[in-house]
């Protein structure tokens, strides 16, 4: 069985994920960029956003590239996720991951950003640019 092979988007923007506390409210400062996500549960509230207006003192993690699997991509398929961060872990790279309806997004850290394209290009996956909506 061949293993299945995806396009990555490179996002340029730097993201950071910021944690709030419970129930709280998005801040101002919270831009939206390539992948703006909100995440709630009973003990926190995460936050991706752009990394640029995100205040010192809150609490957050810092500067991250976005990879978008290119999409959309079927609710059944399997494995897609597997294939993708294998890669990154073989090569010590960690990752933060969101998905959304149609596809899934991997965060690496900004200075591992070169590091894990040639990782997913050793695997025959392709990495190209975002192409502007």
């Known amino acids: 069985m061949t293993e299945q092979t995806y396009t990555l988007e490179q996002f340029p923007e730097q993201l950071a994920v910021v944690r709030l506390g419970p129930g709280a409210p998005i801040p101002a400062w919270a831009e939206s ?29 810092r500067s991250f590239t976005a990879f978008a699997v290119k999409g959309p991509l079927d609710f ?5 996720l597997i294939a993708l961060l294998t890669p990154m872990a073989e090569a010590d790279i960690s990752v933060f991951t969101l998905s959304t309806f149609d596809t899934d997004w ?24 975002a192409v502007p909506v």
């Not at 059944?76 to 897609?80: H, K, M, P, R, S």
């Open 76 to 80: 059944a398929q399997t494995g897609v």
């Open 33 to 61: 960029s390539s992948i703006f996500s909100v995440t709630a549960t009973a003990t926190e509230t995460s936050v991706v956003c752009a990394a640029r207006n995100v205040p010192t003192k809150a609490r957050h993690e």
């Open 106 to 129: 991997i965060l690496v850290p900004k200075q591992h950003a070169d590091a894990a394209a040639e990782a997913w290009r050793r695997r025959g996956h392709t990495v190209a640019p």
